[in-house]
Protein backbone atom coordinates (compact mmCIF):
# COMPACT_ATOMS: atom_id res chain seq x y z
CA UNK A 1 0.00 0.00 0.00
CA UNK A 2 0.71 3.63 -0.69
CA UNK A 3 -0.11 6.89 0.75
CA UNK A 4 -0.29 10.13 -0.53
CA UNK A 5 -0.46 13.44 1.65
CA UNK A 6 -0.65 16.86 -0.32
CA UNK A 7 0.04 20.46 1.08
CA UNK A 8 0.16 23.88 -0.39
CA UNK A 9 -3.21 24.27 -1.77
CA UNK A 10 -4.44 27.76 -1.22
CA UNK A 11 -5.81 31.12 -2.61
CA UNK A 12 -4.10 33.04 -4.37
CA UNK A 13 -4.30 36.14 -7.40
CA UNK A 14 -4.33 35.67 -11.02
CA UNK A 15 -0.43 35.56 -11.93
CA UNK A 16 0.17 34.43 -8.53
CA UNK A 17 2.82 31.57 -7.84
CA UNK A 18 1.92 28.49 -5.55
CA UNK A 19 3.90 24.89 -4.86
CA UNK A 20 2.09 21.56 -4.05
CA UNK A 21 3.83 19.04 -2.20
CA UNK A 22 2.79 15.43 -2.61
CA UNK A 23 4.51 12.52 -0.01
CA UNK A 24 4.40 9.44 0.00
CA UNK A 25 4.66 6.57 2.25
CA UNK A 26 4.47 2.71 2.76
CA UNK A 27 5.39 0.20 0.04
CA UNK A 28 7.53 3.50 -2.05
CA UNK A 29 9.78 1.10 -3.14
CA UNK A 30 7.15 0.03 -5.56
CA UNK A 31 6.23 3.41 -7.51
CA UNK A 32 7.29 4.10 -10.84
CA UNK A 33 5.61 6.93 -11.69
CA UNK A 34 4.09 10.03 -9.51
CA UNK A 35 2.07 12.60 -10.78
CA UNK A 36 -0.80 15.43 -10.33
CA UNK A 37 -4.33 15.80 -11.64
CA UNK A 38 -6.83 18.18 -11.36
CA UNK A 39 -10.74 18.32 -10.87
CA UNK A 40 -12.77 21.82 -11.33
CA UNK A 41 -16.30 21.80 -10.10
CA UNK A 42 -18.97 19.74 -12.50
CA UNK A 43 -15.99 18.60 -14.62
CA UNK A 44 -14.17 15.61 -14.89
CA UNK A 45 -10.58 14.98 -13.98
CA UNK A 46 -7.83 15.73 -15.98
CA UNK A 47 -4.06 14.88 -15.96
CA UNK A 48 -2.05 18.22 -15.32
CA UNK A 49 1.83 16.69 -14.86
CA UNK A 50 3.92 13.28 -14.54
CA UNK A 51 6.86 12.13 -13.73
CA UNK A 52 8.36 8.72 -14.01
CA UNK A 53 11.10 7.09 -12.26
CA UNK A 54 14.78 8.36 -14.40
CA UNK A 55 12.69 11.64 -15.22
CA UNK A 56 10.95 11.81 -18.27
CA UNK A 57 7.70 14.50 -17.48
CA UNK A 58 4.50 14.92 -19.04
CA UNK A 59 2.38 17.93 -18.96
CA UNK A 60 -0.96 19.35 -20.08
CA UNK A 61 -1.09 21.70 -22.71
CA UNK A 62 -2.65 24.00 -21.03
CA UNK A 63 -0.08 24.25 -18.27
CA UNK A 64 2.65 23.68 -20.11
CA UNK A 65 5.41 26.45 -19.46
CA UNK A 66 3.67 28.07 -16.61
CA UNK A 67 3.83 24.26 -14.14
CA UNK A 68 6.92 22.32 -13.62
CA UNK A 69 6.73 18.91 -12.02
CA UNK A 70 9.74 17.37 -9.75
CA UNK A 71 10.49 14.66 -7.95
CA UNK A 72 12.86 13.92 -4.32
CA UNK A 73 13.21 10.54 -4.26
CA UNK A 74 14.85 10.63 -0.74
CA UNK A 75 11.95 11.93 0.21
CA UNK A 76 9.83 10.24 -1.56
CA UNK A 77 8.06 13.45 -2.37
CA UNK A 78 6.48 15.09 -5.96
CA UNK A 79 6.13 18.99 -6.30
CA UNK A 80 4.65 20.98 -8.45
CA UNK A 81 5.35 24.75 -8.96
CA UNK A 82 3.24 26.32 -10.55
CA UNK A 83 3.26 30.28 -11.87
CA UNK A 84 1.23 32.24 -13.83
CA UNK A 85 -1.78 31.10 -11.59
CA UNK A 86 -5.54 31.64 -14.28
CA UNK A 87 -8.51 31.60 -12.98
CA UNK A 88 -8.89 28.33 -15.13
CA UNK A 89 -7.10 26.63 -12.70
CA UNK A 90 -8.93 26.88 -10.19
CA UNK A 91 -9.59 23.21 -9.02
CA UNK A 92 -9.31 20.08 -6.54
CA UNK A 93 -5.46 19.21 -7.21
CA UNK A 94 -5.29 15.51 -6.49
CA UNK A 95 -1.45 13.73 -6.49
CA UNK A 96 -1.18 9.93 -7.96
CA UNK A 97 0.97 6.99 -7.77
CA UNK A 98 1.32 4.16 -10.06
CA UNK A 99 3.19 0.78 -8.79
CA UNK A 100 4.77 -1.40 -11.03
CA UNK A 101 3.93 -4.52 -9.53
CA UNK A 102 1.52 -4.97 -8.53
CA UNK A 103 -0.06 -2.81 -10.96
CA UNK A 104 -2.02 -0.27 -8.50
CA UNK A 105 -3.31 3.32 -8.41
CA UNK A 106 -3.18 5.47 -5.99
CA UNK A 107 -4.33 8.66 -5.09
CA UNK A 108 -4.64 11.44 -2.41
CA UNK A 109 -7.48 13.28 -0.44
CA UNK A 110 -6.87 16.35 -2.56
CA UNK A 111 -5.97 20.18 -1.99
CA UNK A 112 -7.91 23.20 -2.99
CA UNK A 113 -6.54 25.91 -5.46
CA UNK A 114 -8.56 28.92 -5.83
CA UNK A 115 -6.94 31.45 -8.58
CA UNK A 116 -9.01 34.93 -7.83
CA UNK A 117 -8.60 38.60 -7.11
Known amino acids: QVQLVESGGGLVQPGGSLRLSCAAS????????MGWYRQAPGKQRDLVAT???????NYADSVKGRFTISRDNAKNTVYLQMNGLQSEDTAVYYC???????????WGQGTQVTVSS
Open 96 to 106: NAVSAIPSRTF
Open 26 to 33: GSTFTIYK
Open 51 to 57: ITTGGPK
